[in-house]
């Protein structure tokens, strides 16, 4: 599954449930499998056939939840509110269930009992997480004010040459599956997925702070040799070949890449950046009331989710203010409103010719593996720019922590 070969995938999932019959966490794989290939009713009888097999396995009923698409039926509803109930259910299989208990009250329009459940999720989420939002916010500081003018005249030049990387940065859930697939879809682009390997470098780099053999991330970019530069730029490209097919292009979509731009600039001078911006509110609430895997631990909380994307905003300024056109930003209610301008628009920024496929982007076939993969199937739908309005009533926190400026930026009153 990792290297997107979900052929062989389903095929040793199906060995191991010949000798592991009815196994739930085989079962739930294999549906994930299907999910990311694009086979929906396989990926919904195989989560199912979890259930059957253990009505407590809750990631299996968080996995219908997260194909978006999925209806809840009033039994399966009745189902998941008596596990929620059962006192003897694990910690994580309730934190799933109660998710999906939030998706299944949402699309019945009670948007009360559906934030209880979200709300409920998130706390028992939060309580096993370390993050603290104060560290993140001087993490960002920390990149405004070593990665200034100075540092990228100085060291112009630096990096390796592959000009095959792009970049689609910004938050989860912010239309950022939307543009892979319109990229994707171009005959001179292959989609990958979130590609941790710029992450991997920003935490070799603060490796070696820590072993005395450098200065802090990111103030370490001051002390790095061309010849470092060049180095770890040619390992981005050779270590993420493995998930590329022929195409001479490619997408990177890891969200969290924003927070590195000077260091891909650094070692990879000619790729391009898209920055995939959505209304604040939007997005926030969209991750609130999404359970990731790893990786995206501001989202268990309103406050944490607001201040998160106020940081963002900041060091996306600070990136446009230090590297002017470096960075395409492309709002998602843009491309809702006009697809076909916006995408000859990300085109002419990756210096590709238009193509028609990339406007009919929901017609591509291939893996995806966010949980937008079943939406990006779909054409474009404007039902969702506005949907946290349906929960504004418990929103306040989240609201206050975006600060003025982001409010007024996008028009959020109150």
Known sequence: MQTGDYDSALDMFDRVLE????????????????????????????YQLALASNPEHGEAFYSLANLKVYNFS????????????NSNLSHLDRIYISFALGKAYEDNDDFETSFRYYEQGNRLKKAQSTYKASQMTEDLQAQREVCTPDLFERRAGTGHAAPDPVFVVGL?????????????????VDGTLELPNILSLSQRLRRRARQGAAGAYPAVLNELSDEEFEKFGREYIEDTRIHRQNAPFFVDKMPNNFRHIGLIH???PNAKIIDARRNPMSCCFSGYKQLFAEGQEFTYDLEDVGRYYRDYVELMDHWDA????KVLRVQ?????????SQVRRILEYCDLEFETSCVDFYRTERSVRTPSSEQVRQPIFTSGLDYWRNYEPWLGPMKAALGEVVRRRYGVTG
């Open 172 to 188: 989860p859930r912010s239309g950022s599956t939307l543009l892979e697939q319109i990229l994707s879809s171009h005959s001179q």
């Open 19 to 46: 000798r592991l019959p009815g196994d739930p966490v085989t079962l739930t794989s294999k549906g994930h499998a299907y999910k990311t290939r694009g086979d929906y009713n396989d990926a919904v009888d195989a």
């Open 266 to 268: 650094m070692i990879l």
């Open 332 to 340: 998602y209610e843009d491309v809702v409103a006009d697809i076909e």
């Open 322 to 325: 230090v590297l002017p056109g």
């Open 74 to 85: 009033d039994d399966e509803i009745a189902r998941m509110s008596g596990q929620d109930a």
